[in-house]
T-cell receptor, first 111, second 116 residues
């Protein structure tokens, strides 16, 4: 079956630091890949997505590239802010149109 | 974007009682809603797909008599945890899809259930 593995958190960074949150997946066929973000007290929100190999999703300074050869979709941001503190979920949508989520990675950004 | 709201956000109940959680799409109609369960430090697990006007489709291993899902209107789906036990304590999250099969999902804030 499909699965998503992401790095365990929490990840603690200083403001303006570079962020990488690793995500790898296992799936049959050609899934679509997503990053969702959950800010404290709020529901999950779609951050970015990529639907085919080599696509790059980007939003709010975050980027992730769909790498089929390494089955990865790592999330990156060049300079994080305190307001980026949240839980980030990597997910894939495969056959049956169902989303499979990773365990989530908590990011804490400090001044 | 579209707004999905869950109620209540937190609920505490006694063992053996039933608890209902509501999921509403506030500014759009949703023919399909999804219910997830999240344990601490674990991923969201899809429990069931709720279709307006028809029976929900449950994932393998989810007891349909335990977790009753009703999707009576295009803006409301409910999850009722029947005869709750402490092991049912969890974070329950709903989502609704906008557009067709490949439409974007919008999530509720989640409901934390604690069964004493």
């Amino acid at each position: 079956g499909n699965s998503v593995t992401q790095m365990e958190g929490p990840v603690t960074l200083s403001e303006e630091a570079f962020l990488t949150i690793n995500c790898t997946y296992t799936a049959t066929g050609y899934p679509s890949l997503f990053w969702y973000v959950q800010y404290p007290g709020e529901g999950l929100q779609l951050l970015l997505k990529a639907t085919k190999a080599d696509d790059k999703g980007s939003n709010k300074g975050f980027e992730a590239t769909y790498r089929k050869e390494t089955t990865s979709f790592h999330l990156e941001k060049g300079s994080v802010q305190v307001s980026d503190s949240a839980v980030y979920f990597c997910a894939l949508r495969g056959g049956g149109n169902k989303l499979t989520f990773g365990t989530g990675t908590q990011l804490k950004v400090e001044l | 974007g579209a707004v999905v709201s869950q109620h209540p956000s937190r609920v505490i109940c006694k063992s053996g009682t039933s608890v209902k959680i509501e999921c509403r799409s506030l500014d759009f109609q949703a023919t399909t809603m999804f219910w997830y369960r999240q344990f601490p430090k674990q991923s969201l697990m899809l429990m069931a797909t709720s279709n307006e006007g028809s029976k929900a489709t449950y994932e393998q291993g989810v007891e349909k008599d335990k977790f009753l899902i009703n999707h009576a209107s295009l803006t409301l789906s409910t999850l009722t945890v029947t005869s709750a036990h402490p092991e049912d304590s969890s974070f329950y999250i709903c989502s609704a899809r906008v557009g067709g099969q490949n439409g974007e999902l919008f999530f509720g804030e989640g409901s934390r259930l604690t069964v004493l």
